[in-house]
């Protein structure tokens, strides 16, 4: 995934009127306003009421379902390779959100606070704060990505992570 690729994505989603936030690897990168590694896909949040219209407008775009994980996640791939990792999220009035998980007694809670904005490309976009992708960098073992992607938000935010 390149960062034209990425807002090509999110112009799609913008136009249909759809809500989504920059999650994963491009996530850190949106934070720190620059593409520090490659990226094989791309994470996006997105509200679960919209699921319907989130398929259809990416289904018109090309992409088709690869992976049914719901209602963790799922993921819809392109042809040309192109990859969407898919979260759906259910929102409270306040502005919190939750994500179920493969525990269902232990959802993925989302503060208000976790919806910020960060630039891939020199545009502002959508995304996960950095506490937020602290939270989800727990309870596996790292990859070398993630070793990457919490070292430089360490770097960038003075933030504690757990490895």
Do not use: N
């Not at 999650?23 to 490659?38: M, N, S, Y």
């Not at 959508?126 to 790292?142: D, N």
């Not at 990457?148 to 003075?158: E, N």
């Amino acid at each position: 995934m390149t960062p034209d690729d990425v807002l090509g994505v999110l112009d799609l989603l913008r136009r249909a009127g759809l809500d989504v936030w920059i999650g994963g690897g491009w996530g850190v990168d949106a934070l720190l306003g620059e593409q520090t590694r490659e990226h094989r896909d791309l994470d996006l949040m997105h509200r679960r009421d919209q699921e319907g219209a989130l398929l259809a407008c990416l289904g018109a775009a090309g992409y088709a379902e690869t992976v049914d994980w719901r209602p963790v996640r799922f993921v819809l791939a392109r042809a040309d390779g192109r990859e969407l990792d898919l979260h759906p999220l259910v929102f409270a009035a306040d502005g919190s959100a939750l994500q179920s998980s493969l525990e269902p007694e232990h959802p993925f809670a989302y503060a208000p606070s976790s919806f910020v904005s960060g630039t891939v490309g020199g545009r502002p976009v959508p995304c996960l704060s950095a506490e937020q992708q602290v939270y989800f960098h727990q309870g596996y073992e790292p990859s070398e990505r993630d070793l990457h992607d919490m070292a430089r938000l360490r770097s960038a935010f003075g933030i504690a992570t757990h490895f």
